[in-house]
């Protein structure tokens, strides 16, 4: 590589972690767009041969998914929550697409070492580690696992809204944080907290959840808190609710370990954000291969410079 073309290219991958954007730079540096994106994926691939993971501890990873484009196009990602980064992407996120990016991104060594996979309640997520990481113990994520709640308590809030002209309106009332409602919010959720709505009741079953999280750090006990939770939820006959409770039970191993650790997807979502910027900001992408290259260029923790000639 010439003196001036290495400058170049440098110039470029600074330009293109500030911006993140590939046109700008391209009109910034007065290039084409494609060399702009060549030197994209070559930084990447570079950076991507240069990682040395051998010394890397990956006692516990998160997989996340994220849409990729209309249709239900799905990438799935594999994070290390430790170092913040994004270990690999892969295209899809049924079982065998999962198992092939698993056994791509980690030798035996280290998938024998995984001891815990935060994730969803993804099936196929499941039988993937379940297949190639056989020490592991699923954790299903305790954000993902109050989303449902909350998409259930919404679900019912529109069903009751019909019939009950106190809760127009009330949506962001009962789906934020208490310490972040306005003055209007707040008198609307005092409202409903208050009533006999069965808004109201689903929004006590959620706060009786939290409030799980934390309470014990022993499996048995918190086996034991997770039924009764689950009993007095069940008993309550919110057919929204029900629906998510069977689902809890039925993943049962998974929310227990939940409960009794402080893993999560917190650092996965931070990322999943941040993956949703790079989309926004690139105005979506039509190929996987760029997708993934610009993920792992902003995300994946690289050394992506050139080295001197």
Not at 92 to 119: A, Y
Not at 178 to 199: G, Y
Not at 258 to 263: E, P
Request: proline share 1%; with cysteine; aromatic share 10%.
């Amino acid at each position: 590589m010439t003196a001036i073309l290495f400058h170049f290219e440098i110039r470029v991958i600074k330009l293109l972690q500030a911006t993140k954007n590939q046109t700008k730079t391209a009109e910034f540096m007065n290039c084409s767009f494609r060399m702009v994106n060549r030197i994209l994926h070559r930084s990447t691939e570079r950076g991507m041969q240069r990682r040395d993971m051998s010394t890397v501890a990956f006692e516990h990873i998160s997989i996340d998914e994220k849409s990729f484009k209309k249709g239900h196009h799905y990438v799935t990602v594999i994070s290390h929550p430790r170092s913040g980064a994004v270990l690999d992407v892969g295209e899809g996120r049924d079982q065998e697409s999962v198992k092939q990016l698993l056994l791509s991104t980690f030798n035996e060594q280290q998938r024998q070492s995984i001891n815990t996979v935060s994730m969803d309640m993804w099936k196929a997520y499941i039988n993937s580690v379940g297949a190639i990481c056989p020490n592991a113990e699923i954790v299903h994520d305790k954000f993902h696992l109050i989303a449902y709640l909350n998409k259930s308590m919404d679900m019912v809030r529109r069903r009751e809204v019909k019939y009950n002209d106190a809760l127009i309106d009330s949506r962001y009332a009962i789906l934020k944080n208490e310490e972040n409602l306005t003055e209007k919010q707040r008198d609307k959720f005092d409202l409903i907290k208050s009533a006999n709505f069965e808004v109201s009741k689903v929004w006590h079953i959620r706060e009786n959840f939290r409030e799980l999280f934390g309470f014990c750090n022993q499996e048995k006990e918190a086996g034991q808190l997770f039924v009764s939770w689950a009993q007095d939820s069940f008993m309550q006959g919110i057919k929204e609710v029900n629906k998510v409770v069977l689902m809890f039970v039925s993943h049962m191993g998974g929310g227990v370990n939940a409960l009794i650790s402080n893993l999560n997807n917190a650092m996965a979502e931070r990322l999943n954000g941040k993956i949703q910027e790079i989309k926004l900001v690139g105005r979506g992408y039509r190929k996987f291969v760029n997708f993934r290259s610009a993920i792992l260029f902003f995300h994946g923790g690289l050394d992506l410079y050139p080295q001197k000639w």
